[in-house]
Nanobody, 126 residues
Framework: QVQLVESGGGLVQAGDSLRLSCAAS????????MGWFRQAPGKERDFVAA????????YYADSVKGRFTISRDNGKNTVYLQMSSLKADDTAVYYC???????????????????WGQGTQVTVSS
């Protein structure tokens, strides 16, 4: 089992940058693929980005491609989401999620993930 704690959210202006962190504790961090999702009020939880256990593969939603970068440091048990050129539409609660390594993985699907953090609020003012 793993516990996930997000941090780094806040209130920023459109065009600003922000870096989210997700610290993991418990089972070996490199046993998990990791993902970032977000949920705006009244909307479903949407995929943002994902990274494989080694960091060798990354995936992005079209809406954030070229603006957001996911990375991980297995030595620090942390996954990051660097967000730049933020827009008002990026306003949401951001969640990190962990997926135990199995034979297959559909990184874009929330149902594929085994553990979730509590979320961190990102608000972008226009």
């Amino acid at each position: 089992q793993v516990q996930l704690v997000e941090s780094g959210g806040g209130l920023v202006q459109a065009g600003d940058s922000l870096r989210l962190s997700c610290a993991a504790s418990g089972r070996t961090f490199s046993s998990y693929h990791m993902g970032w999702f977000r949920q705006a009020p009244g909307k479903e939880r949407d995929f943002v980005a994902a990274i494989s256990w080694s960091g060798g593969n990354t995936y992005y939603a079209d809406s954030v491609k070229g603006r957001f970068t996911i990375s991980r440091d297995n030595g620090k048990n942390t996954v990051y989401l660097q967000m730049s050129s933020l827009k008002a539409d990026d306003t949401a609660v951001y969640y990190c999620a962990a997926r135990v390594i199995r034979a297959t993985w559909k990184p874009l699907s929330p149902g594929e993930y085994d553990y979730w953090g509590q979320g961190t609020q990102v608000t972008v003012s226009s």
